[in-house]
């Protein structure tokens, strides 16, 4: 998009990962489309674009969205937080620690996904039953681990502690 | 993604009065805009025709939620996850909680409101055969004042409903008299989490001495838009629970439904299961359950 072109469009602020940013952009363009492609922070994955899948799946506001199904201009003045935001200082989330160990990932399309899923399944109810954790995951979709890992994964991180007081994490540095 | 943002304009007034100016201004040129779940996949998939939006997220007025006396108030703008965690609701309108679990997955939710499953039409629509159950009314806001009218009379076909151009929907009043009712909800899918139904029935009925009053029985997928099943109703409302009342209100049910073949389903099955429905519900009834 050359200035020109731009300059048509009005400033729209929001927080990305605790950082303030600023896009001119169509306000219609999805938010998973002005993350990847304009804030380059291309971890939210585009699956299915229709908010069956759950692979662009980001936290607004506190809230899991599908971010591609909201427009950017619905996100001015909002906390986003992306899979780039677990980790803190190069040190993994507990979540990611977890399914690293539990095998919960492997082309890592929905991964991500699954990690803003899981955080805000985890900050709701710290110690979900399968059944919590089912419903949690339910709108994210993966086609190569057969789910289990990933609910296992989800069942180890609830046990984990916070990163920084996990000697198991500073251990693995 | 085959949207191009650049071909929609959408702006965000942050207020109710200005949106209604906007409809009142240009009516029938600007398409509201909610949590996007709808018409997010639209634009995306290149079928959304509206060159204007207007935005209605985070629109104070449409998303409270108040506990009146007689009944509960619910902004058109409320998510369904603000549904399901409302105590109020889960106590008063438990089937409307429940429903509002089945929408779609958690990031669904969060963004899904009340009013645009109603305002989208689609005849599976997941909150409708609660809110037919429960004989909610819906209030319609435009500069010119507002209006309430029985939601069972909101839909007029299919994805059509009796909105004017400038109006828009402002709120779903749904009475406080149920506690007292057996209550029923159940949707067929084709699995638990983010299907669409294939067939969905809502029942409430008060049990007087063993005689079915005040009916309500409201359907999804059934018929070109969620509707109430009357002739039904109208079999089981002054009857006891017996076998000839049992098979007077399946005749009924038959008679008037008006399901079809889609990609979801057949015509035939959901009929079958509609019967299966009503059934179970009936069978619930007279085993004391359907307390939900």
Same mark, same amino acid.
């Given at each position: 998009?050359?200035?020109?072109?731009?300059?048509?469009?009005? #400033?729209?602020?929001?927080?990305?990962?605790?950082?303030?940013?600023?896009?001119?952009?169509?306000?219609?363009?999805?938010?998973?489309?002005?993350?990847?492609?304009?804030?380059?922070?291309?971890?939210?994955?585009?699956?299915?674009?229709?908010?069956?899948?759950?692979?662009?799946?980001?936290?607004?506001?506190?809230?899991?969205?599908?971010?591609?199904?909201?427009?950017?201009?619905?996100?001015?003045?909002?906390?986003?937080?992306?899979?780039?935001?677990?980790?803190?200082?190069?040190?993994?989330?507990?979540?990611?620690? #977890?399914?690293?160990?539990?095998?919960?990932?492997?082309?890592?399309?929905?991964?991500?996904?699954?990690?803003?899923?899981?955080?805000?399944?985890?900050?709701?109810?710290?110690?979900?039953?399968?059944?919590?954790?089912?419903?949690?995951?339910?709108?994210?979709?993966?086609?190569?681990?057969?789910?289990?890992?990933?609910?296992?994964?989800?069942?180890?991180?609830?046990?984990?502690?916070?990163?920084?007081?996990?000697?198991?994490?500073?251990? #693995?540095? | 993604?085959?949207?191009?943002?650049?071909?929609?304009?959408?702006?965000?007034?942050?207020?109710?009065?200005?949106?209604?100016?906007?409809?009142?201004?240009?009516?029938?040129?600007?398409?509201?805009?909610?949590?996007?779940?709808?018409?997010?996949?639209?634009?995306?998939?290149?079928?959304?025709?509206?060159?204007?939006?207007?935005?209605?997220?985070?629109?104070?007025?449409?998303?409270?939620?108040?506990?009146?006396?007689?009944?509960?108030?619910?902004?058109?703008?409320?998510?369904?996850?603000?549904?399901?965690?409302?105590?109020?609701?889960?106590?008063?309108?438990?089937?409307?909680?429940?429903?509002?679990?089945?929408?779609?997955?958690?990031?669904?939710?969060?963004?899904?409101?009340?009013?645009?499953?109603?305002?989208?039409?689609?005849?599976?629509?997941?909150?409708?055969?609660?809110?037919?159950?429960?004989?909610?009314?819906?209030?319609?806001?435009? /500069?010119?004042?507002?209006?309430?009218?029985?939601?069972?009379?909101?839909?007029?076909?299919?994805?059509?409903?009796?909105?004017?151009?400038?109006?828009?929907?402002?709120?779903?009043?749904?009475?406080?008299?149920?506690?007292?009712?057996?209550?029923?909800?159940?949707?067929?899918?084709?699995?638990?989490?983010?299907?669409?139904?294939?067939?969905?029935?809502?029942?409430?009925?008060?049990?007087?001495?063993?005689?079915?009053?005040? /009916?309500?029985?409201?359907?999804?997928?059934?018929?070109?838009?969620?509707?109430?099943?009357?002739?039904?109703?109208?079999?089981?409302?002054?009857?006891?629970?017996?076998?000839?009342?049992?098979?007077?209100?399946?005749?009924?049910?038959?008679?008037?439904?008006?399901?079809?073949?889609?990609?979801?389903?057949?015509?035939?099955?959901?009929?079958?299961?509609? /019967?299966?429905?009503?059934?179970?519900?009936?069978?619930?009834?007279?085993?004391?359950?359907?307390?939900?």
């Amino acid at each position: 998009m050359n200035e020109k072109v731009s300059e048509r469009w009005p #400033a729209i602020r929001f927080t990305v990962n605790g950082e303030i940013r600023e896009v001119k952009t169509p306000p219609m363009k999805r938010l998973l489309d002005v993350l990847r492609e304009e804030l380059h922070l291309t971890g939210t994955k585009e699956g299915c674009g229709e908010g069956e899948c759950g692979s662009c799946s980001v936290r607004m506001n506190g809230e899991l969205v599908n971010s591609c199904l909201v427009p950017v201009l619905q996100a001015e003045g909002a906390e986003v937080q992306t899979v780039e935001g677990l980790a803190t200082n190069g040190v993994l989330h507990p979540i990611q620690e #977890a399914f690293l160990k539990c095998g919960g990932a492997q082309c890592g399309i929905c991964t991500p996904g699954m990690l803003m899923a899981t955080a805000q399944l985890l900050e709701r109810n710290p110690h979900p039953e399968m059944a919590e954790i089912r419903e949690g995951l339910a709108g994210n979709l993966c086609r190569c681990t057969g789910f289990m890992r990933i609910f296992e994964s989800v069942v180890q991180a609830a046990t984990e502690k916070p990163a920084a007081e996990s000697e198991e994490v500073q251990h #693995a540095r | 993604m085959r949207g191009n943002a650049e071909a929609h304009e959408l702006i965000a007034p942050g207020n109710l009065g200005a949106v209604l100016e906007l409809l009142a201004a240009e009516p029938g040129k600007w398409t509201p805009i909610a949590g996007g779940t709808e018409v997010m996949v639209a634009f995306s998939a290149g079928r959304l025709i509206s060159p204007k939006l207007v935005s209605l997220w985070g629109i104070p007025d449409l998303r409270l939620i108040e506990i009146r006396s007689d009944h509960i108030a619910i902004g058109a703008g409320a998510t369904f996850l603000e549904l399901r965690n409302h105590p109020a609701i889960a106590e008063d309108l438990p089937l409307l909680a429940k429903a509002a679990c089945w929408i779609g997955s958690i990031a669904n939710q969060s963004r899904a409101t009340l009013g645009g499953n109603l305002v989208n039409g689609s005849p599976a629509a997941d909150s409708s055969p609660a809110l037919l159950a429960y004989d909610a009314e819906i209030e319609i806001i435009s /500069v010119r004042g507002s209006r309430r009218v029985p939601y069972s009379e909101f839909h007029l076909g299919y994805k059509r409903n009796i909105l004017a151009p400038d109006e828009l929907l402002y709120a779903i009043h749904l009475p406080r008299r149920f506690r007292g009712h057996r209550q029923y909800l159940r949707k067929v899918g084709t699995r638990r989490a983010m299907a669409i139904a294939k067939v969905a029935l809502g029942a409430t009925v008060l049990l007087e001495n063993g005689v079915m009053k005040e /009916v309500r029985l409201g359907a999804a997928s059934l018929a070109p838009y969620p509707a109430r099943m009357k002739a039904t109703e109208v079999a089981l409302q002054g009857q006891r629970l017996t076998h000839e009342t049992a098979q007077a209100a399946r005749r009924a049910l038959i008679g008037e439904v008006k399901p079809i073949d889609d990609i979801r389903s057949t015509a035939e099955y959901r009929k079958r299961v509609a /019967v299966n429905l009503l059934e179970e519900f009936l069978g619930e009834l007279s085993r004391g359950g359907a307390a939900d």
